[in-house]
Nanobody, 129 residues
Framework: QVQLVESGGGLVQPGGSLRLSCAAS????????IGWFRQAPGKEREGVSC????????YYADSVKGRFTISRDFAKNTVYLQMNSLKPEDTAVYYC??????????????????????RGKGTLVTVSS
């Protein structure tokens, strides 16, 4: 069974850090484009970051550039999103998604959230004092 499971969310104070994990089962993330997107209450989904299957391309939304870092651990079949200098506006449910096809792949301008074939159920990040 193909499955993505996010973890690492929680409550953090402004300026703090969290590392989100996206663990895959049933398939190998190594061959997939991976994206992280988020959705805050009452707001549209926002593509936050992605990494191409070749690892040659990474993308960060302007809102997180310089603060978030995406990375892979092939041995653990897991992708991470390191989030530093968190702000209250980063509060959202964070989802990871994976795409084998290039249509849903990571580009320098971002990625098509709806084109990614596999998605997790999300993890809640709350940034508040």
């Amino acid at each position: 069974q193909v499955q993505l499971v996010e973890s690492g969310g929680g409550l953090v104070q402004p300026g703090g850090s969290l590392r989100l994990s996206c663990a895959a089962s049933g398939f190998t993330l190594h061959y997939y484009h991976i994206g992280w997107f988020r959705q805050a209450p009452g707001k549209e989904r926002e593509g936050v970051s992605c990494i191409s299957s070749s690892d040659l391309i990474t993308y960060y939304a302007d809102s997180v550039k310089g603060r978030f870092t995406i990375s892979r651990d092939f041995a653990k079949n897991t992708v991470y999103l390191q989030m530093n200098s968190l702000k209250p506006e980063d509060t959202a449910v964070y989802y990871c998604a994976a795409s084998y096809s290039d249509y849903g792949g990571c580009r320098r301008w971002g990625f098509r959230i709806d084109a990614m074939e596999n998605r997790g159920k999300g993890t809640l990040v709350t940034v508040s004092s």
